[in-house]
């Protein structure tokens, strides 16, 4: 079974620092891309980074310079690394990797969260 799990999340003062990691459990085939995602209060749910497997990476604008996304695939996780924080950062922040059913259809698998709050 394929299974997403994020870690790190936390309360952090402003201008303060967190990495996430999401570790891909139980699946059988590479995720590509693989990204991570927040959703504020009320907010929907929007693209902060994501990596393809070739290693191209795409930032958020509000993000650029300040956050870093990688990934081990030895390891078969993912980490955003996130710099000079804010308060409108604070965020559940979600792993996505885009992969396939076991049929061969795709399908978007997700993690379920963790919460970034940054306190001002």
């Known amino acids: 079974q394929v299974q997403l799990v994020e870690s790190g999340g936390g309360l952090v003062q402003a201008g303060g620092s967190l990495r996430l990691s999401c570790v891909d459990s139980g699946s059988i085939f590479s995720f590509n891309p693989m990204g991570w995602y927040r959703q504020a209060p009320g907010k929907q749910r929007e693209l902060v980074a994501r990596?393809?497997?070739?290693?191209?990476?795409d930032y958020a604008d509000f993000v650029k310079g300040r956050f870093t996304i990688s990934r081990d695939n030895a390891k078969n996780t993912m980490y955003l690394q996130m710099n000079s924080l804010k308060p409108e950062d604070t965020a559940v922040y979600y792993c996505n990797g885009e992969g396939f059913t076991l049929t061969g259809a795709p399908k978007a698998y997700w993690g379920q969260g963790t919460q970034v709050t940054v306190s001002s």
């Open positions: 990596m393809t497997s070739g290693g191209r990476t």
